[in-house]
T-cell receptor
Framework: GAGVSQSPSNKVTEKGKDVELRCDPI?????LYWYRQSLGQGLEFLIY????????KSGLPSDRFSAERTGGSVSTLTIQRTQQEDSAVYLC????????????FGNGTRLTVT | GQQLNQSPQSMFIQEGEDVSMNCTSS?????WLWYKQDPGEGPVLLIA?????ELTSNGRLTAQFGITRKDSFLNISASIPSDVGIYFC??????????????FGKGTRLHILP
């Protein structure tokens, strides 16, 4: 499809395990954002990639969270030693450029930590 | 960092009523975006605004980019049941800003009474 694709759509993991969440942005989009959303709540910014610039990691809640973007395309969000409070929907969004270009969202990965 | 104040947080209306919600900020933005999120899905772009004073319609939806560049509103006319969801505003600061990433309001939750 032509939209932002995220996988898996659902992930259940045990507390203490590591998880990797994947985002395939729209082809040609240079900007990529990760957000976290708790049930019924707003969008919590996590990290922002733009082209070859250093990512803006100012939203990552702890050093257990990290993200990579390989080749300016696919991005992976990794959460190490998961905790129950990490349970949320993780949304990825991409845009064609850094300015005057709206974000297009994937449908998210629902993470449940038991 | 910059913040967007979105109001109201929730709305309970009768089908057929008109709806109005807005976002304000203490600093200026170059882009205003409005999104709608249905349960279990990512936010979907409704309207994008790129010029101060711009008034844009999309069916029953109308949005405006405030002339001061510090606010935007979204109106929905003659609401119908499928309008239920969470509406997010988003803005992007000017390119000259050190921090120019897109930021989101906390959302307006629209409920339609039976």
């Amino acid at each position: 499809g032509a939209g932002v694709s995220q996988s898996p759509s659902n992930k259940v993991t045990e507390k203490g395990k590591d998880v990797e969440l994947r985002c395939d942005p729209i082809s040609g989009h240079t900007a990529l954002y990760w957000y976290r959303q708790s049930l019924g709540q707003g969008l919590e910014f996590l990290i922002y990639f733009q082209g070859n610039s250093a990512p803006d990691k100012s939203g990552l809640p702890s050093d257990r969270f990290s993200a990579e973007r390989t080749g300016g395309s696919v991005s992976t969000l990794t959460i190490q030693r998961t905790q129950q409070e990490d349970s949320a929907v993780y949304l990825c969004a991409s845009s064609f450029g850094p300015y005057n270009s709206p974000l297009h969202f994937g449908n998210g990965t629902r993470l449940t930590v038991t | 960092g910059q913040q967007l104040n979105q109001s109201p947080q929730s709305m309970f209306i009768q089908e057929g009523e008109d709806v109005s919600m807005n976002c304000t900020s203490s600093s200026i933005f170059n882009t205003w975006l409005w999104y709608k999120q249905d349960p279990g899905e990512g936010p979907v772009l409704l309207i994008a605004l790129y010029k101060a004073g711009e008034l844009t319609s999309n069916g029953r939806l109308t949005a405006q980019f405030g002339i001061t560049r510090k606010d935007s509103f979204l109106n929905i006319s003659a609401s119908i049941p499928s309008d239920v969801g969470i509406y997010f505003c988003a803005g992007q600061p000017p390119r000259m800003n050190r921090d120019d990433k897109i930021i989101f309001g906390k959302g307006t939750r629209l409920h339609i009474l039976p």
